[in-house]
Structures are given as C-alpha cells and as structure tokens.
C-alpha cells in the first residue's frame, strides 16, 4: 500500500479527500500546516506528497522544495484552484509531478496520483540499471503549420544531424523537452541515451554528485557508488532543462566538464573521458543573467552554439487544433475513452484562451475534459469557467458560421472534394476532419 502525506490548511476537505484516497487503498497521514508536514516527513518515509499550493504559514512551492531537498526523488503533486494554474505550471519546473485542479474530479485525482508514483518507479529503476542505453524511439513532437512552428521545425532539421551544443528558448509549458528528445531522435546518436536532468530540481550541495557521481565512502551518506549524469549519459545527449538554475558554482563545474570533456567522480583521483551531446533549456532571459554576472558568459557561449526558440501556444494558434487533437489521442487512450473531437462551441473558447501554461496546460484540460466527456464530443459544460472569459477576445477559426456540418461541407465543394485542401481551409488536421466526416455521416 503505498504511503501519501496530504498537507492542507481546510480541515474539513482534508478529510475528505484522506477518507476518499484510503478507500483507494492508500495509507494516508495528513498535516494542516507547513510546520506539521515537515515534522511527520521527518519520522515516516512517504511514496508521495500532495500539498496545497497556499497554506497559512508557507507558499506550498517553498514547502515542497524544503521536503524534495531531503528526499529528492519523491513525488509531489500539487492542489490549486483554477485560478493559480499558470503558477502551478511554473511550479512544475522545480520539482512538482503534477498539479490538480479544484474542485476535483475523483477519477482524475486517482489518475494524476497513479501517473506520479509509476514515473518514480519508472525512474528508480532506470536510476538502478547501469545499462540501460536504450534510443529515444518516440516523442510528443508536432511539427505543426504555423509560420513560427515552421522556422522552429526547419532549424531542429538543420541543427540535429551535427554535434553543435543547443538552447532552447521558450516559456514554461512550451514542449523544450520534446523539442531536446527530436533533435536526438533526429541525430546520429539516436541509438545512445538521452538524458534529462531538470537543473531547478538539484540542491547545489547535490550537483556534483548528480552531475558527475561518487564513490562510497567519499561523504557522508554516500553508502553506495553512484554513476552521475554525464556518465549515465556517454554516447548520447545531456539534456539541461532550466539551466538558468544552476548556482554559480556548479556553473563553473559543468563548464569545465563540457570544455575538457572529462569528469571525475567524487572520491576519486581518476578521470575518465566523456562523448556527449549537450542541449540546454530555459525559460529566462541568459543574456540578461550574464549582464548582470549571475550567468557566466563563457557557459553561455559553451551552451549556445546554436539556439532554437519554442513559440508559445498563443503564437502558434494555427497548431492548436493539431495539438488538440494530438493530445485528445493519447487522452483517449489512456483513459480508455472514444471521444471525436471538440464542438464548435469549445473549438472557439480554445481559439479565444490566450494558454497561459501552453501546451501543458492544454493537455491537462483535454486530458480533464475527455475524462468527463460522455457524448461523441467535447463540451461547454466540462470546460472549466475561467477559460470562457477570454471567448470574446479573439474570433474562432468556426465564427463564420454555428453551424460546423455546413462548413465542412462548404469547404468540400470549394476544394472540388480534396480532403487535404479542405482540412487546411477549416485550420484542422486531416484527422480530425475524417472524424468530423464520419460524425456527421460525411463519407462516401
């Protein structure tokens, strides 16, 4: 049975959700406050920690950076109000496994928790196994039709054949991780490991040791020998996500890595040499970090031979049915569901949203929404209310008319019945058309 500290200030819910997850067969302790929780994490080892992101005498991100400064690996998801999910997606970049969303939908939160703890089991072993360089066979990459999506595209082909470092740029939500995973899909390393390491998620004391490894023995705490990322990494690619987090320390570190292409473990007077390909990400701005010295410029140089900018989703409105449509996919088919697609009506609230978490935030209300869905479609009514105060601001790709059948069907006789030509009219993916076509009983 696997073992969750619930921390949150409103008693009466606490226990709520605490009766609700323990008739799920799960061992739950909870704490009303910061202080409680810190004190029950210290005496009991937890497979995972939801905590509330406001609580009276912490910020719950403060909260959870303190508990994963003294067990690392464990999983915290987040609870949050529709209202603080943009601050619950930038929370994901230092450490949280995911966030959910009040008021909760049960079957959703027993999703969210069940993705969390197999990540970190997935993740354990992979930690455990000194041999695993396995490719990088399949990614969440979408090309995508908008001008910028192109340029992005055209530059992720240019760059992955070579041994160039690379820097992605874009927001938190964004996809810099599928981006990184695609130019090493694309790249003559594809064979070997890809590595990710999220630089906002490893205490400085810690980075040595989890960039480049120890012996046992050469600290206290080290009971075993540890193999550190650059080694897990050698062959394949080194991917720093949020390296603008990295303490100035460990930036001088790794620039020496990366120049001399040789580590040491600690407690160890050996170097070994290293082949790798590194990728960085971030969500800041670098060159402002190192006006204002706390980036040093000779990593940033290092790091930047080749930059790649990830637009937001509001950039690339023309993507966001594909990735709609993409992300409705792989909803359906984890939660064993068969929804078509999207009403006109939700189509045009999502052309309207201005996507402050991007695609994440996109997929967590698809994946929420295709959970509630019982119909053919996605609703009105399983859309969250905040997204519909944002529906007037922009005109959606079906304002023309109310009625999407008729569209459709217009734009099959303007393009002389080419499927292709059609989809591109209605801004849609041919996929997506083909379902609509069969909704309505369209095909030939």
């Not at 040791?209 to 394949?236: P, Q, R």
């Not at 001088?252 to 160890?268: C, F, T, V, Y």
């Amino acid at each position: 049975m696997k073992k969750i500290l619930l921390i949150e200030d409103d008693i009466a819910f606490c226990k709520m959700v605490s009766t609700f997850l323990s008739k799920n067969n799960y061992a739950v302790s909870t704490a009303y406050s910061a202080s409680e929780a810190k004190n029950i994490a210290k005496e009991s080892d937890f497979d995972l920690i939801i905590c509330d992101l406001r609580l009276p005498d912490s910020d719950g991100i403060e909260l959870m950076s303190e508990l994963k400064a003294s067990s690392q690996d464990i999983p915290v998801v987040l609870m949050t109000g529709y209202a603080d999910v943009t601050t619950a997606v930038k929370a994901m970049k230092k450490g949280a496994s995911d966030y959910i969303s009040k008021p909760f939908v049960p079957e959703e939160v027993l999703l969210v928790l069940s993705n969390a703890l197999s990540k970190n089991e997935e993740k354990a072993i992979l930690s455990k196994t000194t041999d695993q360089k396995k490719a990088v066979t399949t990614t969440d990459f979408v090309g995508g039709i908008s001008a910028v999506s192109k340029v992005m595209n055209s530059h992720i082909q240019l760059v992955s054949p070579t041994n160039l470092s690379v820097l992605i740029i874009g927001e938190s939500g964004t996809g810099k991780e599928v981006v990184a995973k695609e130019i090493h899909k694309l790249s003559h390393r594809k064979s070997a490991p890809f590595i990710a390491v999220d630089c906002g998620a490893i205490p400085k004391e810690l980075a040595t040791s989890e960039f480049f490894g120890h012996l046992k023995g050469s600290f206290t705490g080290a009971v075993t020998d540890k193999i550190g990322h650059f080694e897990s990494a050698n062959g394949g690619t080194l991917f720093l996500d949020e390296v603008g987090n990295l303490s100035y320390e460990n930036q001088i570190q790794l620039l020496r890595a990366l120049q001399e292409r040789k580590i040491k473990k600690i407690g160890s007077s050996t170097e070994f040499d290293v082949d790798i390909r590194v990728i960085a990400a971030t969500n800041e701005d670098l060159k402002e970090a190192v006006k204002n010295g706390a980036f040093r410029e000779d990593l940033y140089h290092r790091l930047n031979e080749f930059s790649i900018v990830v637009p937001t989703l509001n950039e690339r409105k023309q993507d966001l049915l594909m990735y709609a449509d993409f992300f409705l996919e792989k909803a359906n088919e984890q939660l064993n569901k068969n929804v078509l697609g999207f009403s006109p009506e939700v189509i045009r609230i999502f052309q309207a949203y201005s996507w402050p978490g991007n695609l994440r935030e996109l997929q967590n209300i698809i994946r929420r929404s295709t959970l509630l869905t019982q119909g053919s479609l996605v609703e009105k009514e399983v859309i969250p209310p905040d997204f519909f105060e944002e529906e007037n601001q922009s005109k959606s790709v079906f304002s023309k008319s109310n009625n999407e059948k008729e569209m459709i069907i217009k734009a099959l006789q303007l393009c002389n019945g080419n499927k292709s030509e059609a989809a591109k009219m209605l801004e849609i993916n041919r996929k997506t058309l083909y379902n609509k076509l069969k909704l309505y009983q369209l095909e030939e």
